[in-house]
């Protein structure tokens, strides 16, 4: 095996932890100009990983293995286990893929608890470390939803702050113990009150990447339509008079929300850098899926208004090819200024957010015109299968 993980653990119960000389394994320096495209990837039902469009990927990441016990591990290792050296084995058809597992995941448990002390978090590392090896991956992805904050009612304390950068810097010096350079990325929000609650800069330290979920923004326990996953910098005054600037101004005005403008990428792109953030560690989220509402009035198309209830539900982007846009019923809509598509049906008072191969090539253009570090979407298994897929899309702008 190249790393012996059980004298790794045997170091960090002793306390002999040491500071890597090794320069980061970060692309950031090291990446030619195409960016990268990272695949999120949940195994389908009828799992046929040969079948996988691999070639046009630079990362694959297989979601989720979850804090059990301290530790990282598969919750069902019989099944799961199998698939990962399946999808392993297609670096055979892309030798240069780098395929990596991410742990955690919306509503995953255990971290605040992990990362709490030395102990607890070396624990983690060392079985990290095991996982890697095991596996023969090429890194990890960390998706704490989310430091400091509860999401899905998940244990949050103050302390996750320092925690989550004392993790990510062990998890650094892990992987540059290995004899091959090593990947170690994160799931950051599309909302500046995340970062509130990470050492920002201190993290990047450690990161190769950070994968910035720049969709649900407007999120599944919303009443009010809107973009879930725009690139367009949208101002509030541009939204005047609709429930939801209504909703957004309400929150700004009781500080609820930092920020009285819609959120988008181009948005949090933005902070970021004026945080001092390497644009070549940043890689922004396209979704491959649409939230929907219904009861949705048809002022603007119903755009930004309120609806009967929250979202009804979510479809993958193969579902909203199939079933919605061959529909006649559904007209197919384009913000400019959020950069967006959206679709409304009058009859059934349905509108959809969703990301299309238009809107994701100008993402993708957008990374390459601002020297991001790249594109990932949520997730893989959601694409259409038929020609002209959101990642063709992706792949030419990327590649072009």
């Not at 039902?45 to 979601?63: A, C, F, G, M, N």
């Not at 670096?91 to 002390?117: H, Q, Y």
């Not at 609806?307 to 079933?323: C, F, K, S, T, V």
Request: hydrophobic share 35%; aromatic share 12%; proline share 5%.
């Amino acid at each position: 095996m190249l790393f012996n993980w059980k004298t790794y653990l045997l170091l960090l119960l002793v306390g002999c932890s040491q500071e890597s000389d090794q320069q980061s394994a970060t692309n950031a320096d090291a990446t030619p100009n195409a960016p990268v495209v990272m695949a999120y990837y949940v195994p389908e039902r009828d799992y046929k990983p040969e079948e996988l469009p691999v070639e046009k990927l630079t990362h694959i990441i297989y979601s989720f293995t979850h804090v059990i016990d301290g530790e990282m591990k598969f919750s069902n290792p019989e099944e799961a286990g199998p698939k990962l050296e399946a999808l392993v084995r297609q670096k055979e058809r892309n030798p240069d893929l780098k395929v990596m597992i991410a742990c955690g995941g919306w509503g995953a448990d255990g971290f605040s608890d992990m990362a709490l002390t030395e102990a607890s978090r070396s624990k983690f590392i060392a079985s990290a470390a095991a996982f890697i090896d095991a596996y023969q991956l090429d890194g990890m992805d960390m998706d704490w939803e989310y430091p400091g904050i509860s999401g899905a009612g998940t244990k949050a304390r103050e302390e996750d702050t320092q925690n989550f950068t004392a993790l990510m810097k062990g998890l650094r010096e892990m992987l540059d113990k290995f004899d091959e350079p090593k990947l170690l990325t994160f799931a950051s929000a599309g909302w500046k009150r995340y970062y509130d609650h990470i050492e920002v800069n201190e993290v990047m330290d450690y990161a190769d990447y950070t994968n910035v979920m720049t969709y649900d923004q407007v999120s599944g326990v919303s009443r009010y339509t809107g973009h879930h996953t725009p690139l367009g910098d949208v101002k509030s005054e541009a939204i005047a008079g609709t429930p939801f600037h209504a909703r957004l101004d309400s929150l700004y005005q009781s500080g609820a929300s930092k920020d009285p403008d819609p959120r988008s990428a181009e948005k949090i792109v933005n902070f970021l850098l004026d945080e001092g953030v390497d644009p070549k560690q940043i890689v922004i989220g396209s979704a491959f899926y649409g939230r929907v509402w219904k009861g949705v009035p048809p002022e603007n198309n119903g755009l930004y208004q309120l609806a009967g209830g929250i979202h009804i539900g979510w479809l993958a982007y193969n579902q909203i090819r199939e079933q919605y846009e061959p529909d006649s019923r559904f007209q197919r809509y384009w913000d400019e200024r959020a950069k967006a598509p959206f679709m409304y049906n009058p009859d059934d008072s349905l509108m959809v957010s969703y990301d299309d191969t238009v809107s994701v090539r100008l993402k993708t253009e957008y990374v390459r015109e601002k020297g991001l570090g790249g594109i990932m979407f949520w997730e893989l298994g959601n694409d259409t299968k038929e020609e002209g897929s959101l990642l063709d899309a992706i792949h030419k702008a990327a590649e072009d």
